[in-house]
């Protein structure tokens, strides 16, 4: 059964610091892992991962694909309050479909002020 | 910017109606999805759409369940007869060929 875990589960931090979250998979037919955070209802895109090695950045998020070790790590530098959200890390699998996506639970980050 | 936008915001039904959730997916997009997420758990893959037929479909998605491309620009999601268990937020997706999808804002499906 293909599984993926977040971990932690939930993160309280406060303004200003760096959190690293990590996303472990096994499944078959990997294709890509896609990080997404969710505020209120709808998983905003955040990255979509493909090679190992190669991360992605944008502004104070970024996210690194392992694919040796089958992880993912997604790191917020200089947290802001606005950053408080539920991050999913989800990973899409070859098939005929375009997106076939098999999330994990979740971090649910808090940054306090 | 370009968004899937899904209507209705709630939907509250009684056990054993029928419910279309309804979404207009990001124009230039060819595929779309839908997903469900039950209050305190995974979001969950039902179903892809594409070229204007199911591409696959997880084991959540059974008879009582069905979609449809009705129009150039709707995309919907039928539940025949609703069940308790069926409550949940459903997001309606679509991407384009690169594989990026993007959600909508979500329909809260409640069946009392």
């Known amino acids: 059964e293909d599984k993926v875990v977040q971990s932690p589960l939930s993160l309280v931090v406060h303004e200003g610091d760096t959190v690293t979250l990590n996303c472990s998979y096994e499944?078959?037919?990997?294709?890509?892992l896609l990080w997404y955070k969710q505020e209120k209802k709808a998983p905003t895109f955040l990255f979509m991962l493909?090679?190992?090695?190669i991360g992605k950045k944008s502004g104070r998020l970024s996210s690194i694909l392992d694919k040796k070790e089958l992880f993912s790590i997604l790191n917020i530098t200089a947290t802001q309050t606005g950053d408080s959200a539920v991050y999913l890390c989800a990973v899409d699998l070859i098939n005929n479909a375009g997106n076939m996506l098999t999330f994990g639970g979740g971090t649910r980050l808090m940054v306090k002020p | 910017e370009p968004e899937v936008t899904q209507t209705p915001s709630h939907q509250v039904t009684q056990m054993g109606q029928e419910v279309i959730l309804r979404c207009v997916p990001i124009?230039?997009?060819?595929?779309f999805y839908w997903y469900r997420q039950i209050l305190g758990q995974k979001v969950e893959f039902l179903v892809s759409?594409?070229?204007?037929?199911?591409?696959?479909k997880s084991e959540i998605f059974d008879d009582q369940f069905s979609v449809e491309r009705p129009d150039g620009s709707n995309f919907t999601l039928k539940i025949r007869s609703t069940k308790l268990e069926d409550s949940a937020m459903y997001f309606c997706?679509?991407?384009?060929?690169?594989?990026?999808?993007?959600f909508g804002q979500g329909t809260r499906l409640t069946v009392v």
């Open positions: 997706a679509s991407s384009d060929y690169r594989g990026q999808a993007f």
């Open positions: 499944v078959t037919n990997f294709r890509s």
């Open positions: 124009s230039n997009h060819l595929y």
């Open positions: 759409f594409y070229n204007n037929e199911i591409s696959e």
């Open positions: 493909t090679s190992s090695g």
